[in-house]
Nanobody, 119 residues
Framework: QVQLVESGGGLVQAGGSLRLSCVASGSFFSINAMGWYRQVPGKTRDLVARISSGGSTDYADSVKGRFTISRDNAKNTVYLQMNNLKPEDTAVYYC?????????????WGQGTQVTVSS
């Protein structure tokens, strides 16, 4: 079993910054892509950013130039540095990891962390 635990969410004023972290633990061979998604009530869970095991990155257009995803493979951790935050960034942010283990390859989700940006 694999667990993902996010941290770093909170309340910040528009223009401020937050850094989210997500640590993977459990029994597995390797972590492939990792990513951050966000969801507001009544809407779908959308991709914010993702990073491959080799470090290639992909961002939603709405966050390009403001958010940076990175990972520390030795610590099984993915980060999301969020700068120049806007009220429309308010959402629950979820970590996702594509993991290979004894039971095969599948995606896992964290429990989510709330990010609230006030105007």
């Amino acid at each position: 079993q694999v667990q993902l635990v996010e941290s770093g969410g909170g309340l910040v004023q528009a223009g401020g910054s937050l850094r989210l972290s997500c640590v993977a633990s459990g029994s597995f061979f390797s972590i492939n892509a990792m990513g951050w998604y966000r969801q507001v009530p009544g809407k779908t869970r959308d991709l914010v950013a993702r990073i491959s095991s080799g470090g290639s990155t992909d961002y939603a257009d709405s966050v390009k130039g403001r958010f940076t995803i990175s990972r520390d493979n030795a610590k099984n951790t993915v980060y999301l540095q969020m700068n120049n935050l806007k009220p429309e960034d308010t959402a629950v942010y979820y970590c996702n990891a594509d993991v290979s283990s004894w039971t095969g390859r599948r995606g896992y989700w964290g429990q989510g962390t709330q990010v609230t940006v006030s105007s």
